[in-house]
């Protein structure tokens, strides 16, 4: 059974989505106390928080932040403020998909067995691929250059991965975002963009300056 850690402080919102998760099987636990998200989180070990913004004392982006530092647990936001700014903000921060409110339950429900089956069933282990040097440990999700190890979040990772199967190869922007979130109707262009830049950051901080380059109106590529 999969723990779902939910952060909603909208009582009615709470108790429906955890009522029509637990019919399906899972174990929900909604937040007591929204200055201690971060504890609670720890004690309750889940596989997948559901995160509201909009919080008292701290908002959604500040606990996904802090929940970044101890875990890589994927992260759906759950918000009525969905336009680009805030979904933007969201994956910046490190969250791994957003639902807009107002939402149907079923809806959330296939986001959240889509989520927990690509976070739990990736079942490439031992995988090791290698590129002028570079090598990615698939299964530790570790990129290794010139003894600098760099942790990749799962999206950085499938990204890496994808590119560094292709080699030299030009990949669609439709691919990754397929790759991502397995259907494209899951992500926009505005988010794989921000995982990307993301991505390069982490790279040249590795001394990979410029290590994926971009094919304007079409993809990317490895250098």
Request: hydrophobic share 45%; charged share 30%; aromatic share 10%.
């Amino acid at each position: 059974m999969y723990r779902i850690y939910l952060v909603e402080d909208d009582v009615i919102i709470a108790r429906s989505i955890k009522k029509h998760l637990e019919n399906w099987e899972y174990e929900v636990q909604c937040t007591k106390d929204f200055s201690a998200v971060t504890k609670e989180f720890a004690e309750f070990a889940p596989q997948l928080v559901l995160m509201d913004i909009g919080l008292p004392f701290y908002n959604g982006y500040y606990w996904c932040g802090e929940i970044r530092k101890i875990s890589k647990v994927p992260i759906i936001f759950l918000s009525s403020a969905a336009d680009n700014m805030n979904i933007v903000m969201a994956v910046n921060m490190g969250a791994d998909d957003f639902i807009a409110k107002p939402f149907d339950l079923s809806v959330l429900t296939v986001k959240v067995q889509a989520m927990l089956r690509r976070t739990y069933d990736f079942t490439e282990t031992g995988e090791v691929l290698t590129y002028h040097g570079v090598m990615l440990q698939v299964a530790e999700a570790v990129l290794t250059y010139q003894d600098k190890k760099v942790e990749l979040t799962r999206n950085e990772l499938r990204i890496l991965k994808t590119l560094m199967e292709n080699k030299e190869k030009v990949v669609s922007r439709d691919t990754l975002m397929t790759k991502l979130w397995e259907s494209d109707c899951f992500v926009d262009e505005n988010t794989l963009s921000v995982n990307v830049n993301r991505l390069r950051r982490k790279l040249a901080d590795a001394g990979l300056e410029d290590f994926i380059l971009t094919k304007k109106g079409i993809g990317y590529r490895l250098k």
